[in-house]
């Protein structure tokens, strides 16, 4: 199992490198939800290796409403977009 | 006790500290800052702290990064005040202005600023305006246009918008620094 976390660990890696390197915001924010996704998957892993059902509980609510952070970032900036134009 | 894998993911929250640090647009930083939340979020919950985690996730990378998203969209603004052409109502943008404007929107865009129109009816208004602090730069075309090489007219009340516009357009405008009537905040 632990063989595991460090193959989502590496997995980790790569929408941080895309994120640092991209320039395009879009693209940082797919990154940024392929982030938050992942590290909340990590932690019910976590949760599931060590029987832990507090943790557990955690990952589920980080998973479920991250993604509505996600979306009202993404409103804002493209409202911004919006205003450039 | 403590697993190589713990190790290695904590290892991930000042590699994404260092991530948000180097950025140089505001908005790419809200979006690392999100990936900083997410992260530390991680870190809390696997070290035990499951309710850090879970105040982390909500407050660090929802409620922050969206309130400051909104504050970074309405202070770094540049106000243009521009006179409004007599005949279409509809296109506030007056066609004698447009290659000032491109350029200015160009000279913005580097500074990360948004550049925001605002239409006048006349020249005394924008005067009035610009006094009144309700626009940072206005910009008009020249009177008689034929005897200079610059076509418009730039004034400015701020010292470092007029740094700026010194070396960007100075082939393309003439350029006013007008000093603030009460002396105080800028």
């Known amino acids: 199992m632990n063989l595991l976390l460090i193959a989502m660990i590496l ?19 797919l990154a940024f939800a392929s982030i938050a996704t992942k590290t909340s998957v990590m932690i019910l892993v976590v949760s599931v290796l060590r029987d832990d059902w507090m943790i557990g ?14 979306m009202l970032l993404a409103h804002v900036i493209k409202r911004v977009n919006d205003g450039v134009m | 006790m403590i697993d190589n894998y713990i190790t290695a993911i904590v290892a991930l929250l000042p590699l994404a500290a260092i991530m948000l640090t180097v950025q140089v647009n505001p908005y790419n930083a809200l979006v690392i800052r999100g990936i900083l939340g ?20 909500m407050v660090g990378t929802m409620l922050s990064i969206t309130l ?6 309405s ?19 007056p066609d004698t202005a447009s290659p000032l404007i ?26 009035q305006a610009l006094l009144e602090k309700e626009v940072h730069v206005t910009c008009v075309a020249q009177s008689s ?8 007219q730039t004034m400015t009340r701020i010292r470092r918008l007029h740094d700026i516009f010194q070396t960007e357009l100075s082939a393309l405008t003439t350029l006013t620094y007008l000093t603030p009537p009460t002396s105080g905040e800028q």
Do not use: F
Request: proline share 5%; net charge negative.
């Open chain 2, 145 to 152: 246009p034929l005897e200079t090489s610059q076509p418009y």
């Open chain 2, 75 to 93: 202070s770094l603004v540049m106000r243009l005040g521009v006179l409004q052409d007599g005949q279409s109502e509809a296109k506030p943008i």
């Open chain 1, 57 to 70: 509980v955690t990952g589920v609510i980080i998973l479920s409403v991250g993604n509505a952070g996600l």
């Open chain 2, 38 to 57: 997410a992260v530390a979020a991680l870190v809390y919950a696997v070290l035990g702290a499951a309710d850090v985690a879970l105040t982390e996730a």
């Open chain 2, 102 to 127: 491109e350029k200015l929107r160009a000279v913005a865009r580097k500074y990360h600023l948004r550049l925001e129109l605002v239409p006048y009816p006349d020249r005394q208004s924008l005067n």
């Open chain 1, 11 to 29: 997995a980790l890696l790569i929408p941080m490198y895309e994120a640092w390197q991209d320039e395009d915001i879009w693209q940082k924010m």
């Open chain 2, 68 to 73: 400051y998203a909104v504050a970074v969209r």
